[in-house]
Structures are given as structure tokens and as C-alpha cells.
């Protein structure tokens, strides 16, 4: 094979390889991003939620928070394991690219040594006149002369590609030195938390064993709060129909019928799907969005319509984006709740001691709204939602990350 479709070939070879290798580099910085978020919300869950250490007079609430950092301990094991079989294989495959080149690069020395020494025995260089003059004519000697530049150009060639590989192979072996750091970082890294883990269970076991007796009355205090949330959110349902009707006049559409101001409202609320800042300033979701098992009563289903976000007592509760207070509601057994509308988008403020807005008031991106309910015994939480029109929508989509 002609030496000059060698090299092309190699460095389409060397180019691949290099896409390939970026595509890996994005994965690993996609989990170690993963990884750095999820060790974030570890430590304000353990900031925010209530001390284990120092038990409440509610077991159940140290229980749920428990498990609550059981599920984001293994959600962080799994991504960190994640992340060193992905270096293992990283690792893998630069050391075989290692091989190949030094293999190549032996090679191509061998053949460049030969061609010095075929040029030497032949003198090529020093009869290069004389092989000029011996054309027969001047097309023979055209073609003698690119033969000549020709080889000029092989040697090289060879050399730059002999010089190139040894470089290659110099920054890859750098990298793998890298990355076998970092693998080892992140061994001992997961070694710690798998500990952690195995105390977490360890006090999770003692509690189930201490509360097994009363299963029945815990089992029977969620389906107690599930049904309230889910009158609740039937309220806040029924208060957003009743706003539709309003907008349209009475007519029977289940959308709201909007000003151009509020077409604009909601056209900027969309916009900014995914960069919505949280509602309060500091906290962590505990509860996602949809049905899903309880996090102690794992055979238990809960329905949430929107997120649980464990936060600071007295958290002061901002609104996300600009609006007007669609309603101040105090329903039943539940804290206070507040409705605010952006167009034909709805947030919804739940758990809250004290409100600071009135139903119609206009209010502005990261106004403070009210304030959290506070319980001694237990962490404090606010429960925030977002509907388009009577939708419910998943606020962890709509929030910035």
C-alpha cells in the first residue's frame, strides 16, 4: 500500500478515535455533573431534614427521612458507579490505542530505516544528476524528477508521522494516568458512602422493627393525608375552572380566554420552562411528581400533583414569575394555599403559616409570598405545583437546575 494512503488512513484512524474519545469525555462530565447534584442534595437533606440522632416524638417522620437518604445515597452509588465502569472502559481502550501506535510506530521506523538504507547502497543522491541526464527525453526526465520529490517527500513523511504517533501516544498516556486518579477517587469515594448506606439501613431496620406494631395506624395516617391533598387539589381545581368561566364569559370553554397582556405573560412563562427559580431560597424535593410508592410503605401508592420541597424554617415562599394572586385559600384541615396565575399557567404555593398577598394583587418574579409552616416535630416542607389551565404539569421541569 502506497505509504502516503497509510498515513491518511491513520490519521482518519487517529481522527475517529478522537471523536469517539469526546463522546466519552461528554458522558463522564454529564455523570460527574449527575454526581456533584445529587452530593449537593445529600448534604441539604441532611441540613434540612430532622437529626436521626435526635429523635422526634414522630418515629414515622424519622423513618420516611431515613429512607428519603437511603434513596439519594443509592441514586449517588449508582451514578458513581456508573462513572468508573465508563473510565474503566476509557482506560481500556486508550491502552489498546497505546499498543497499536507503538506497534505502528515501530513499523513505520523499520520501514524508514530501510529506505535510508536502500537510498545509501542505490547513492541515489549522489547520482541525482546524472540519472536526470541519462533521460532519453524531456517527458522521461519530468517523471524522473517527480519520482525524485516523490521520495523526498516519503521520508518525510514517515518521519512526521514517527514524530506524530510518539506525541499521540505521550498525551494518551497522560490521560490514562488521569483517569486512573480519578477512578481511584471515585472507588474510595463510593467505599464511604456505601458505609454511610449500610448505617442509614442499620437505623432504618431498628425503626421498622420499633413501629411494626403500629403499621396498621401509620398505613392509616397516610391514606389520612392522601385524602386531604387530594380534596385540596380538588378545590384548587374547582377554583381554576371557576376563573376559566370567568374569562370566558360564561361559555363553555376549559381554557382561559386571555388578554394580550396575559398572552404575553404566558408566552414568557413558557419561555422560561426549565429556569424558573425555586420558590424558596434554599431546599431539596423529597416527593416527585405523579403516583408513585410511598418511601417507607413501599407498597403503599401516593398521587402527588406537584413536588414536596424539604426547606429552612420559616422559609420565606417566593413567587416563581410575574403574576396576580388568582386566590388566598384556607381549606379545611390544610395550611394556607396561594394561587397565582400567569396567563393561562397556575402556580400553587401549599403549606404555608402566613400569606403577605391578596387575591387580585399583582406580584413580581421572587416576591415573598408568605411563609412556610413550621412543625417542631418534623421537617418543614412546601408543596408547589404548576398547571396549564386545569392541567397538573411536573415543576421539575419547569424549575432551573
Known sequence: MNYKIKIIIAIIYLFAFSSYSTAQNSKIKELENKRLQLKKEIKEINDLLTDNNKQTKMAYDDLENISIKINRNQDLIKITNDQ???LTTKIANNEEKVSELENDVMKAKSDYSKMIYNSYKSRLKESRLMFLLSSENFLQALKRTQYMNQYSDNRRS???KIEYNIETIKAINDTINKNILSKENL???????KKKLSEEKTKQSSLISGLKRKEKSYKNEIDRKQKLSNQLDKEIERLIKEAIKESNKNTNDNVFTLTPEAK????????NKGNLPWPVERGVIIQSFGLQPHPVVRTTKI???????ATTKNANVRSVFNGVVLSVLKFKSSNLTVLIQHGNYITAYKNLASVYVDKGQKVNALQTIGITFDNDESKTTLQFSIFENTKALDPYLWIAK
Open 84 to 86: 468508573i465502569n465508563l
Open 264 to 271: 404575553l405573560t404566558a408566552k414568557n412563562f413558557l419561555s
Open 303 to 309: 398521587k402527588s400533583n406537584g413536588i414536596v420541597i
Open 187 to 193: 472507588l474510595n469515594e463510593n467505599k464511604l458512602e
Open 158 to 160: 514517515y518521519a512526521n
